[in-house]
């Protein structure tokens, strides 16, 4: 007989089956199913009926006054519905784009800020700069129409070289500020550094080189406007990692429309790593032409014009000294670091260099004091914004590229020279010299786990076998401590005009089945999988009833994005938070129904049971609180919760790396051999996509360390780098087969004991990659080769090494002929 829906339901006795368990467990990304089919949709996937598309002209030149545009010829040519130009966009009140981390210089003086623009106005800055927006009926009419808009420039001097950009003779990017310096800031304790350096025993001294890359996602920005002239609301359909700071910026800088008429939605997204974690000016400007053409506007970004538009990444030169023991003891560091910026400010550009770069410094050693000197410079070059690890691998580079250099010159092997350095487990939690507190790890265990990957005293062997053999084998490690998801009030006192929170929306709905509402966004994560796997295993119900929702402003409370190894950090927790809420929520309707009290409810094997045995299976739980025939009277129908999480404190992630590389010394050619990573990053939720991010980040860093350069030349401040005959990537056959190992220590701060992942693979391996180099090298008098370490470096490096002069033809090893540049180091 089917059940009366009119009649409550009661309790039940009939036992039930032990609930699944989803934490931990490595289960395949729901998501890739879809990729891996074609069924993704990514914007350029959104074709809307009388679509129009546009395109920019960009500057051709690195730096100049824009003299006059001539539109008549484009705006003539066969499909053209529109040319516009800063003049037009500013004469309707638009604005500019936002900066949300400013830095102010060390006295107390505000930061130098210029916005970038979403068009130059009457002056170009970079070549890319946008000049101009060309609309027609297809992208291929635009594209030959931008070509007829006609600009007279006068060109002006540029300067692009960060080591010379503070020259008493470079050309100065904004005049208005008589110099290139943006900001100048100093953290650490430099009057202690000076004097442990007077005394030190041993000092290690390096010129180190952040070279400059971007990411090249394998989706190219593109970006959809839409508006909607019966209602006022405009729709952006954007890849980009962060919807809800877009809108928030669409709002407040660029646009210039309130904020709830605006609607912004990330669909798939194919690759994020950082420059999709800032607003572009093509963002507003196709709402813009939406709205004054009555149609929908696509932009869709060639290859070209994303190499010269898309933020870049790094670019620091730092000078850099390590004083030591003559036991191999850390005593102090001290750097002196120039970061350029670009042209314009970006939405986090300046707070990579002045805060997420020097904190890392003291790793997972006991460092007693460290002083960074961190100047940020504009140049005529792309704004810089956060890529993979945003300051971070930075920072670890000259940490780790001293302590390597130092242990050979002290005669102490490089894992004992760590090992001598690491914080003991007993210290934790321990503050560093910068006052942060490390809640949890345990260094050693992490070197252990690595010396557990592979046979470091066969690698040794093997390395003077080959070198017998006229071979050159280089083994190089690295360590880091990342330090991430910055809290609200943390974030306000740095001067960050956003909060640190991220917010979700949980759903049961009246059928059981489950949605989650976050304000973070997945491209490449597998949030679809991992958060739904916290879901299912709080709730008790199957991980194919919990679906995920992200990358949409409307359905979704509020949210920060995708950035900085936060997503888990502060969405897992929120989660937790949600669903102990609703489960709370939920054994008071059943309390109610078994006539008990809600304390004495327990929720166990996907059901609630009383104190006398009877029980509410989940499901007739859900029934309860919609149905609402018999239900407690001051507690609201329903199962919905609404979790605004700011953490506690950040959070620290640790690893350490371990690279082999081989260096023929013929050609200059580098080859990564092999690879092994140990990561801690707390409870691991799957451990197949912290691999996977892993994966992604070690390739990201051997392409930084190896091949990727965005490079201009000095005198013209032309772009060399514009395709990708020119800017090289690492392919399949670059990359070796990752060993790869977790450690977990949990994290205090959080139930759930998570710590970030997604960018520790990216920010040790440059320097584990760079001192494996070295170590190849070492015996010829080469201590540093700049980054990218290109076969074209290393073979001038060889050749202009004073051991190469004396190799045979055959390239037999060099042995006693070490040479030490002057001025490196000191005894």
């Given at each position: 007989m089917p059940e009366d829906p009119t009649m409550p339901t009661m309790p039940t006795t009939t036992p039930t089956t032990d609930a699944p368990s989803y934490i931990g467990r490595p289960i395949r990304r729901r998501e890739d199913q879809r990729f891996l089919t074609g069924r993704g949709k990514f914007v350029d996937d959104i074709q809307l009926p009388g679509m129009l598309h546009a395109v920019f002209l960009r500057s051709p030149h690195a730096r100049a006054l824009i003299r006059r545009i001539d539109t008549s010829a484009a705006e003539a040519a066969p499909g053209v519905v529109a040319v516009w130009t800063g003049q037009h966009w500013h004469a309707d009140g638009r604005g500019d784009m936002p900066t949300i981390a400013p830095v102010a210089f060390h006295d107390g003086r505000p930061m130098n800020e210029v916005s970038r623009p979403v068009f130059a106005l009457e002056q170009v800055q970079h070549v890319g700069d946008t000049v101009a927006m060309v609309v027609a009926q297809t992208r291929a009419q635009a594209i030959d129409a931008m070509d007829l808009v006609l600009v007279d420039y006068e060109s002006l001097p540029s300067v692009v070289d960060t080591a010379h950009c503070l020259d008493a003779d470079a050309a100065i990017v904004h005049e208005q500020f008589g110099s290139n310096l943006m900001f100048e800031h100093t953290i650490g304790e430099p009057d202690k550094v000076a004097q442990i350096f007077k005394s030190a025993a041993h000092i290690v001294e390096l010129d180190v080189v952040a070279n400059r890359i971007t990411a090249n996602a394998m989706e190219p920005r593109v970006y959809l406007g839409v508006y909607d002239d019966w209602k006022g609301d405009y729709i952006l359909y954007s890849s980009t990692q962060i919807p809800h700071l877009i809108r928030k910026w669409l709002a407040e800088s660029s646009l210039r429309e309130p904020e709830n008429r605006i609607q912004v939605i990330a669909p798939d997204v194919g690759g994020g790593f950082g420059p999709r974690n800032t607003h572009y000016g093509e963002e507003a400007a196709v709402l813009w032409a939406a709205r004054r053409l009555g149609r929908p506007v696509k932009f869709l970004a060639s290859r070209s014009d994303s190499l010269m538009t898309d933020a870049h990444g790094r670019d620091h030169v730092t000078h850099c000294r390590m004083?030591?023991?003559?036991?191999?003891?850390?005593?102090?560091?001290?750097?002196?670091?120039?970061?350029?910026?670009?042209?314009?400010?970006?939405?986090?550009?300046?707070?990579?260099?002045?805060?997420?770069?020097?904190?890392?410094?003291?790793?997972?050693?006991?460092?007693?004091?460290?002083?960074?000197?961190?100047?940020?410079?504009?140049?005529?070059?792309?704004?810089?914004?956060?890529?993979?690890?945003?300051?971070?691998?930075?920072?670890?580079?000259?940490?780790?590229?001293?302590?390597?250099?130092?242990?050979?010159?002290?005669?102490?092997?490089?894992?004992?020279?760590?090992?001598?350095?690491?914080?003991?487990?007993?210290?934790?939690?321990?503050?560093?010299?910068?006052?942060?507190?490390?809640?949890?790890?345990?260094?050693?265990?992490?070197?252990?786990?690595?010396?557990?990957?592979?046979?470091?005293?066969?690698?040794?062997?093997?390395?003077?076998?080959?070198?017998?053999?006229?071979?050159?084998?280089?083994?190089?490690?690295?360590?880091?401590?990342?330090?991430?998801?910055?809290?609200?009030?943390?974030?306000?006192?740095?001067?960050?005009?956003?909060?640190?929170?991220?917010?979700?929306?949980?759903?049961?709905?009246?059928?059981?089945?489950?949605?989650?509402?976050?304000?973070?966004?997945?491209?490449?994560?597998?949030?679809?999988?991992?958060?739904?796997?916290?879901?299912?295993?709080?709730?008790?119900?199957?991980?194919?009833?919990?679906?995920?929702?992200?990358?949409?402003?409307?359905?979704?409370?509020?949210?920060?994005?995708?950035?900085?190894?936060?997503?888990?950090?502060?969405?897992?927790?929120?989660?937790?938070?949600?669903?102990?809420?609703?489960?709370?929520?939920?054994?008071?309707?059943?309390?109610?129904?078994?006539?008990?009290?809600?304390?004495?409810?327990?929720?166990?094997?996907?059901?609630?049971?009383?104190?006398?045995?009877?029980?509410?299976?989940?499901?007739?739980?859900?029934?309860?609180?919609?149905?609402?025939?018999?239900?407690?009277?001051?507690?609201?129908?329903?199962?919905?919760?609404?979790?605004?999480?700011?953490?506690?404190?950040?959070?620290?992630?640790?690893?350490?790396?371990?690279?082999?590389?081989?260096?023929?010394?013929?050609?200059?050619?580098?080859?990564?051999?092999?690879?092994?990573?140990?990561?801690?990053?707390?409870?691991?939720?799957?451990?197949?996509?912290?691999?996977?991010?892993?994966?992604?980040?070690?390739?990201?860093?051997?392409?930084?360390?190896?091949?990727?350069?965005?490079?201009?030349?000095?005198?013209?401040?032309?772009?060399?780098?514009?395709?990708?005959?020119?800017?090289?990537?690492?392919?399949?056959?670059?990359?070796?087969?990752?060993?790869?190992?977790h450690q977990e220590t949990l994290n205090p701060s959080n139930a759930l004991g998570v710590k970030g992942s997604g960018e520790s693979g990216a920010i040790a391996a440059p320097a584990a990659v760079a001192n494996a180099v070295i170590d190849a090298l070492w015996e010829f008098g080469i201590r540093e080769i700049p980054m990218p370490i290109t076969r074209n470096k290393v073979w001038r490096a060889l050749h202009n090494a004073l051991a190469y002069d004396s190799l045979p033809d055959q390239a037999s090893p060099a042995t006693g002929s070490s040479r030490k540049p002057a001025g490196i180091a000191h005894d």
């Open positions: 004083a030591l023991t003559r036991e191999g003891k850390i005593l102090g560091i001290e750097a002196d670091t120039i970061a350029n910026l670009g042209a314009y400010m970006t939405a986090f550009g300046p707070s990579i260099p002045a805060h997420y770069y020097p904190r890392v410094m003291s790793g997972l050693y006991t460092v007693p004091a460290v002083s960074v000197r961190i100047r940020g410079v504009y140049t005529n070059t792309v704004p810089v914004e956060a890529y993979r690890g945003a300051g971070r691998p930075e920072g670890v580079y000259v940490l780790e590229r001293l302590l390597e250099n130092a242990a050979r010159e002290l005669g102490i092997d490089v894992v004992e020279i760590r090992r001598r350095n690491l914080i003991p487990v007993s210290a934790f939690p321990y503050t560093t010299c910068f006052g942060f507190a490390y809640d949890s790890g345990n260094p050693a265990g992490l070197l252990d786990k690595l010396l557990g990957l592979v046979d470091y005293p066969a690698l040794r062997a093997q390395q003077q076998a080959m070198r017998r053999a006229g071979k050159f084998l280089g083994i190089g490690l690295a360590g880091f401590v990342d330090c991430c998801g910055a809290p609200s009030r943390v974030a306000g006192k740095i001067g960050r005009r956003i909060g640190g929170y991220e917010a979700l929306h949980l759903r049961i709905h009246p059928s059981g089945t489950v949605t989650l509402f976050c304000g973070t966004h997945s491209h490449g994560q597998g949030h679809e999988t991992s958060f739904c796997q916290i879901v299912a295993e709080q709730l008790q119900v199957p991980l194919a009833d919990v679906r995920l929702i992200e990358g949409d402003t409307t359905p979704i409370p509020a949210g920060l994005g995708t950035w900085g190894s936060r997503s888990m950090f502060l969405m897992g927790p929120a989660i937790t938070r949600a669903t102990d809420r609703i489960i709370a929520r939920a054994k008071r309707f059943c309390a109610h129904a078994m006539r008990c009290e809600a304390a004495q409810v327990e929720f166990r094997n996907r059901a609630f049971h009383a104190p006398d045995g009877s029980s509410i299976p989940f499901d007739e739980m859900v029934a309860l609180a919609y149905k609402g025939h018999d239900y407690p009277a001051d507690l609201e129908l329903g199962l919905e919760e609404v979790v605004f999480f700011d953490p506690p404190d950040r959070n620290f992630p640790s690893g350490i790396q371990l690279a082999v590389v081989e260096v023929d010394i013929q050609t200059g050619v580098v080859k990564v051999c092999d690879f092994a990573a140990v990561d801690d990053c707390g409870r691991v939720i799957n451990p197949t996509i912290v691999e996977g991010q892993l994966h992604g980040g070690v390739a990201q860093g051997i392409g930084q360390a190896l091949f990727e350069e965005c490079s201009y030349d000095a005198r013209s401040g032309q772009l060399l780098s514009g395709s990708f005959m020119d800017y090289t990537m690492p392919r399949a056959d670059d990359i070796p087969s990752i060993r790869f190992a």
